[in-house]
């Protein structure tokens, strides 16, 4: 699937017709470019699917990051967002989104910027929902960065090369690491289906998946950010090895730390739960002092 040949699309907002897509992208030359990750969506129905996913009438404000010509945008309006703001760094794409702004004035904010130093404070102190077809460069980054300020966030319905997402998702095995005890220590973490390549523009080497991330009332189980953070690199770094071994380098007796944390020394990190990865966590901060 490409770009959309359709004369153009309803405006359930403003019951008018909004130009296709193909339009607006030869009108701003808007060829994707390889250095900002650029695989633009473009099919109408495979947005629309994605934004109900998101249920976007539930949160006060959508950021949506990456916007590109705006596809998934007009599909968030139509779904009944409140209000969407849209992050774009490449100016091309800002100038065609202000057209899509005209039409929702007060429904569509455009933001030039890097996604990467944008504060979702600045949206307010309602929580929000987040919608992206993330950019493969840098989708693991923004992810962990919203992770810091999750209290913020109502629902997370992101975008991933595949493999990543399997990583989110993992609960055991090859694939399981530090990002899937990261993601799930805070959060419900939910494969809903994979996107070819021939649904974008240009067709990327790889297979997408849509993960919708809802954020728990509370961490899965009790555990310190940081301490977590250095057991899971220590337990994965040297995933092969028995936890006895692999974590010679965090704690000078292994053994004490594994049984304070009620965890078999001959256990390995693809193994163990996120709930052990806490205990393992406090028994460190424990041990550690302060």
Same mark, same amino acid.
């Given at each position: 699937m490409t +770009?959309?040949?359709?004369?153009?699309?309803? #405006? +359930?907002?403003?019951?008018?017709?909004?130009?296709?897509? %193909?339009?607006?992208?030869?009108?701003?030359g808007l060829q994707p470019k390889r250095a900002l990750g650029q695989h633009f969506l473009l099919d109408p129905g495979l947005c629309g699917r994605i934004a109900r996913a998101a249920r976007p009438d539930n949160p006060a404000v959508i950021l949506e990051v990456g916007p590109g010509p705006g596809?998934?945008?007009?599909?968030?309006?139509?779904?009944? %967002?409140? @209000?969407?703001? +849209?992050? =774009? /760094?490449? @100016?091309?794409?800002?100038? %065609? *989104?202000?057209?899509?702004?005209?039409r929702y004035p007060d429904r569509l904010e455009i933001v030039e910027g890097d996604a990467l130093s944008f504060d979702i404070a600045t949206l307010g102190p309602a929580r929000i929902g987040i919608v992206a077809?993330?950019?493969?460069?840098?989708?693991?980054?923004? *992810?962990?960065?919203?992770?810091?300020?999750?209290?913020? &966030? =109502?629902?997370?319905?992101?975008? !991933?090369? /595949?493999?990543?997402?399997t990583r989110i998702t993992a609960t055991g095995g090859r694939d399981y690491g530090g990002l899937s005890v990261r993601a799930q220590w805070l959060c419900t973490c939910e494969r809903l289906f994979d996107v070819s390549p021939r649904a974008f523009v240009p067709p990327p080497g790889v297979v997408s998946t849509v993960v919708r991330l809802v954020p728990r009332a509370t961490p899965l189980a009790p555990a310190d950010p940081d301490a977590l953070d +250095?057991?899971?690199?220590?337990? !994965?770094?040297?995933?092969r090895k028995m936890l006895r071994r692999a974590l010679?380098?965090?704690?000078? #007796?292994?053994?004490?730390?594994?049984?304070?944390?009620? &965890?078999?020394?001959?256990? @390995?990190?693809?193994?163990?739960?996120?709930?052990? !990865?806490?205990?393992?966590?406090? %028994?460190?901060?424990?041990?550690?002092?302060?």
């Open positions: +770009a959309t040949t359709d004369p153009g699309e309803a #405006d +359930a907002g403003c019951n008018t017709t909004l130009p296709p897509l %193909a339009a607006v992208i030869a009108r701003h596809g998934l945008t007009r599909a968030l309006l139509a779904a009944g %967002a409140a @209000r969407v703001v +849209a992050v =774009e /760094k490449d @100016r091309r794409c800002v100038a %065609a *989104l202000g057209e899509l702004a005209v077809n993330l950019p493969y460069n840098v989708g693991t980054r923004l *992810l962990l960065r919203w992770l810091e300020r999750v209290e913020r &966030i =109502e629902s997370m319905t992101l975008m !991933f090369q /595949k493999e990543v997402a +250095a057991v899971t690199r220590a337990a !994965f770094g040297q995933r010679r380098g965090l704690a000078p #007796d292994p053994h004490a730390l594994l049984e304070r944390a009620g &965890i078999p020394p001959e256990a @390995r990190a693809e193994t163990l739960s996120v709930a052990d !990865f806490c205990a393992l966590a406090r %028994a460190w901060a424990v041990l550690r002092g302060p």
